[in-house]
């Protein structure tokens, strides 16, 4: 059982949007309220990228909140949430959280969650980094939150993209303390 009741899941322009598609649905599968944070550019990548509209997305949230929205309960610290989740977590997105630059509700609710004490997951995708992106990662985990990029595991042999994505789900799910079965274990 987990303790996780209620998680801000939010989706950035990064290529990978089928990261967060399968994170949302896994925890609408376990009953996990989440609130989602689905940025414009995430919806760009999306229609490029997956065979969902936006909308469709938006329908595996729980509630749903428009990136502008600075009103929204998530901006604040006295909503409480038992963590946040940003997958993918572009570049931009890991820049603003990891210099606190709350200039929309994704970066606003990822500032609470660190001020707060919450888990803050980074699924940071870019590939190769440089300097600069080393140094912002390394920023927002002093910070407090988990760098967790999307890094294929080959042990569990996967035969499909569902299985390396489900392999990346899960290791968020291990973080949160979230059961599941998405991926064969190593057993040594």
């Not at 689905?38 to 990228?49: D, I």
């Not at 080959?154 to 079965?181: A, C, E, M, N, W």
Request: proline fraction near 6%; hydrophobic fraction near 45%.
């Amino acid at each position: 059982m987990s303790s996780i009741g209620r998680l801000a899941v939010g989706i950035s322009g990064a290529s990978g949007t089928v990261y967060g598609v399968r994170l949302l649905e896994v925890l609408r599968d376990a009953g996990i309220e989440t609130h989602l944070i689905l940025t414009t550019a995430a919806e760009e990548v999306a229609r490029r990228e997956l065979d969902q509209t936006p909308d469709q997305i938006r329908a595996l949230g729980t509630y749903v909140y428009a990136d502008d929205d600075m009103a929204a309960p998530l901006a604040s610290g006295s909503f409480p949430v038992d963590g946040m989740v940003i997958v993918p977590c572009s570049i931009k997105s890991l820049s603003a959280v990891a210099n606190s630059y709350c200039d929309s509700l994704l970066v606003r609710a990822a500032d609470v969650n660190l001020k707060e004490g919450r888990p803050l997951i980074l699924v940071v995708r870019e590939t190769p980094l440089h300097l600069g992106h080393l140094r912002l990662m390394e920023r927002a985990a002093e910070q407090g939150a988990v760098i967790l990029p999307p890094m294929p595991a080959f042990y569990h042999r996967p035969t499909s993209i569902q299985d390396l994505v489900d392999q990346t789900v899960g290791k968020i799910l291990d973080r949160l303390g979230v059961p599941h079965d998405l991926y064969r274990r190593w057993r040594g």
